[in-house]
């Protein structure tokens, strides 16, 4: 027996409604969550909204952009390294030379103090999986895809595209500092026929858990015929 077609055991699911610190979905994102946790009900799953309060911690945002500054700064220093010149500004876009000048103003003792959070952090978002849950609902983004050329920055306004960005990975970033397995299944649609997803997150090594549920959810909500429209 595979993941794909595990043990049908009722898994105590918890829900969240909202994307962290209580920022509020889109009634499309929250329709996807909402349709999720009537199929999961369903399927047999007890689902009930709760979520770690780890994810709800303001300071995970600013230890984030911290880690991932000092990463582009040093990735544009080894960039340089390997064609034998120091990159400039024009090499690359506003975004990423603005977030490499900031991790250049990150002293050694900050990024180890910010690692420290992270992990601290992580440990603490995992905890809340040896409660008696087996797995976390959340959307995978606070909102619809936006319009092409909306995530974008200018010189003028290099962090436009970071800020822009928000909406769209403020559900998935706790879990790329955790480290936590996760998974994102297109579930729904919007009314103008785009896929909405919602997000599934397990405890450490319970791959598995996602693979069975993803499993029962693609036969109870199939999502392989719908096809977007392509618009001329």
Do not use: K
């Amino acid at each position: 027996m595979t993941a794909l077609d595990g043990a049908r055991r009722s898994l105590r699911i918890g829900v969240m409604r909202a994307a962290p610190r209580d920022t509020a979905l889109h009634a499309e994102t929250l329709a996807a969550v909402d349709r999720t946790v009537r199929a999961l009900a369903e399927l047999g799953h007890a689902v009930e909204e709760a979520h770690p309060e780890a994810l709800d911690d303001p300071q995970s945002v600013s230890a984030y952009v911290t880690v991932v500054s000092s990463a582009v700064a040093r990735a544009l220093e080894s960039a340089g390294q390997r064609i034998g010149r120091t990159l400039e500004a024009s090499d690359v876009e506003p975004l990423t030379w603005a977030l490499a000048e900031n991790g250049r103003r990150v002293s050694a003792a900050q990024l180890l103090a910010t690692i420290e959070y992270v992990h601290a952090f992580g440990r603490g978002l995992a905890s809340w999986w040896d409660g008696g849950f087996d797995l976390l609902l959340t959307a995978t983004q606070a909102a619809p895809p936006p319009e092409l050329g909306y995530v974008t920055s200018t010189p003028e306004e290099p962090f436009r595209a970071f800020l822009r960005a928000a909406p769209y990975g403020i559900c998935t970033l706790p879990f790329n500092m955790s480290g936590q397995p996760a998974i994102s299944l297109p579930v729904h649609m919007t009314t103008d026929g785009l896929p909405i997803g919602v997000q599934l997150v397990a405890p450490y090594a319970r791959e598995d858990l996602l693979i069975t549920v993803a499993a029962q959810l693609e036969r109870a909500l199939p999502w392989s015929d719908r096809i977007p429209p392509v618009h001329a």
